[in-house]
């Protein structure tokens, strides 16, 4: 069975600061996907990144960067000069590569509170 | 392009009574999914489709039903609701091998 750790619950910040949310994961199978998704205070979910097994290659989008490490079994994100507009609760999720679709395993979150 | 759709957005129930949340994707997506959302525990897989027709259960199916009739359509009904279903429920799709786009999720509350 799969299973994803986000051992923070809650993560408080000032603005400018710079946070990295950690996500770890277990799982048998080599081939699996590893995401993040984003659920502002508007509560709908939106997608921020998918990385497969094979590419441990970290990522970087503007202010956001992964860092993905089989070693260790974590796909930390981190966000640079937190704004405001990161407060959100951040979902690290895995699915399986094998099967084309994606029954995601989700962890419990992590509440990102950035004030002003 | 409106994505993923649910309907309705909120809804509150009484002990005993059905209902139906429908879930509607313009992507053509093969795969669709259901998902319910409880404080503290995440998301948790309910019940998936891979094809028009097709079902199956995930992580926590019982209580709930569901249909596929057509390729954009994935339903999810409540037989006899229990508070122990108040949750906020998540509709997603996805291609094969792409991330999956979720809908702007179903409150529901069981009194």
């Known amino acids: 069975a799969q299973k994803v750790t986000q051992a923070q619950t809650e993560i408080s910040v000032v603005e400018k600061e710079d946070v990295t949310l950690d996500c770890v994961y277990e799982t048998r199978d080599t081939t699996y996907y590893l995401f993040w998704y984003k659920q502002p205070p508007s509560g709908e979910l939106v997608f921020l990144i998918r990385r497969n097994s094979f590419d441990e290659q970290n990522e970087i989008s503007g202010r956001y960067s992964w860092n993905f490490q089989k070693s260790t079994s974590s796909f930390n994100f981190t966000i640079t000069a937190s704004q405001v507009v990161d407060s959100a609760v951040y979902f690290c999720a895995l699915s399986l590569m094998n099967t084309g679709f994606q029954k995601l395993v989700f962890g419990t979150g992590t509440r990102l509170l950035v004030s002003p | 392009n409106a994505g993923v759709t649910q309907t309705p957005k909120f809804r509150v129930l009484k002990t005993g009574q059905s209902m139906t949340l429908l879930c509607a994707q313009d992507m053509n997506h093969e795969y669709m999914y259901w998902y319910r959302q409880d404080p503290g525990m995440g998301l948790r897989l309910i019940h998936y489709s891979v094809g028009e027709g097709t079902t199956a259960k995930g992580e926590v199916p019982d209580g709930y039903n569901v249909s596929r009739l057509k390729k954009q359509n994935f339903l999810l009904g409540l037989e006899s609701a229990a508070p122990s279903q108040t949750s906020v429920y998540f509709c997603?799709?996805?291609?094969?091998?792409?991330?999956?786009?979720f809908g702007q999720g179903t409150r529901l509350t069981v009194v």
């Open positions: 997603a799709s996805s291609a094969r091998n792409t991330e999956a786009f």
